[in-house]
């Protein structure tokens, strides 16, 4: 059987590859170590000995000291590595001391860099989708010497009640498998988001649909309370506290608004297994619907509590 054309070209490809290789490798090389080299999280490369434009395979010959320190590196050691992960390669010369001292390829952060990053963090983790943080430095920031690599940021410790208008933020600078060092800042913090305000003076007790609202721009931060998340129409809420006019409305600041009025005649549905008696009772709290409130029965002047099912209904369980 003939072998296929396809098969005879995939045969000669392999040669030609396994010869390229074999040419290569065979091929001396000079190489010059440093009196000092900065190098990356991958350690120190074979092309960073190499005349620039060398053409030479990824050969790793040592790691990277932690950052903030050093390791020296001996031609002899050199020698040993390329003997162990390329050992058809042939280094003809040598320049440059002895001996090299390696450490960390470093950078500058500078404070809008870092202004930047510490406010997605502390959006993505403590703000999240409340509202928008505007942060500031209360104080400069000197900047700090990092390694020339991708970094995050880590908050090391954050306040119970959550971000605060002025404080200070601890945090952690950290790479893939180390850390960077820990900081801290002094900052000034706005979380901006679009809240529901009085417009007029609201007294306890109005109902939601027939108060003047609006929405405004407010900071979360200085509001005391949660604001209160609703519909202008909603006719199932009432207020349940006064509001002065300009005042963001907090989610204590409304309730479902009463159906029932304490003093109110009702029907209070007995209820006992599949046994039920409606009998005529007086409402002795307000109450909105799915609320627990107090009735007291108009003959036996007995007092029970029941689930309010409406506004003349009661339900009462034994």
Same mark, same amino acid.
């Given at each position: ?10 045969? +000669?490809?392999?040669?030609?590859? *396994? ?12 190489? +010059? ?7 990356? #999280? ?6 960073? *000995?190499?005349?620039?434009? &060398? ?15 050093? %390791? ?27 001996? +090299? ?6 950078? #500058? ?12 963090? !502390? ?9 928008? !943080?505007?942060?500031? %430095? ?16 880590? /908050? ?43 417009? &007029?003076?609201?007294?306890?007790? *109005? ?67 599949? *046994? ?7 409402? /002795? ?32 369980? %034994?």
């Amino acid at each position: 059987m003939r072998p296929s054309l396809n098969n005879v070209a995939r045969t +000669t490809l392999g040669l030609l590859l *396994l010869l390229a290789v074999f040419v290569f490798q065979a091929l001396p090389v000079t190489l +010059t170590l440093p009196a000092e080299l900065k190098v990356t #999280r991958d350690g120190v490369q074979l092309r960073d *000995l190499a005349p620039e434009g &060398t053409d030479l395979p990824e050969v790793r010959l040592a790691g990277a000291p932690e950052f903030g320190r050093v %390791l020296f590196l001996s031609r002899a050691q050199v020698t040993a590595a390329l003997r162990d992960a390329a050992p058809g390669l042939t280094v003809t010369n040598w320049a440059g001391p002895a001996q +090299t001292k390696v450490s960390r390829r470093t950078r #500058r952060l500078d404070e809008a860099e870092l202004l930047n990053v510490l406010t997605e963090t !502390l959006q993505h983790e403590l703000v999240r989708d409340a509202g928008t !943080l505007e942060l500031k %430095l209360s104080r400069p920031w000197p900047g700090a010497n990092i390694p020339d690599e991708p970094f995050t940021v880590k /908050l090391t410790d954050s306040s119970p009640s959550g971000l605060q208008s002025h404080g200070v933020v601890r945090f952690e600078l950290r790479g893939d498998r180390e850390s960077f060092g820990v900081f801290s800042v002094a900052i000034d913090a706005r979380v901006w988001a679009e809240v529901w305000v009085a417009r &007029t003076t609201i007294p306890r007790g *109005l109902g939601l649909r027939d108060a003047e609202v609006m929405r405004e721009r407010r900071d979360l931060l200085t509001l005391r309370g949660s604001p209160a998340q609703f519909s202008a129409d909603d006719e199932r809420l009432e207020f349940a506290e006064n509001v002065a006019a300009g005042t963001p409305i907090t989610a204590r600041a409304l309730r479902l608004r009463a159906v029932v009025r304490r003093g109110k005649l009702v029907d209070a549905v007995v209820m006992n297994g599949q *046994l039920s008696i409606t009998v005529r009772a007086e409402a /002795l709290d307000d109450g909105a619907p799915g609320q627990v409130v107090r009735v007291r029965n108009l003959r036996s002047k007995r007092e029970f509590r029941g689930k309010v099912k409406d506004e003349q209904t009661i339900v009462v369980s %034994l």
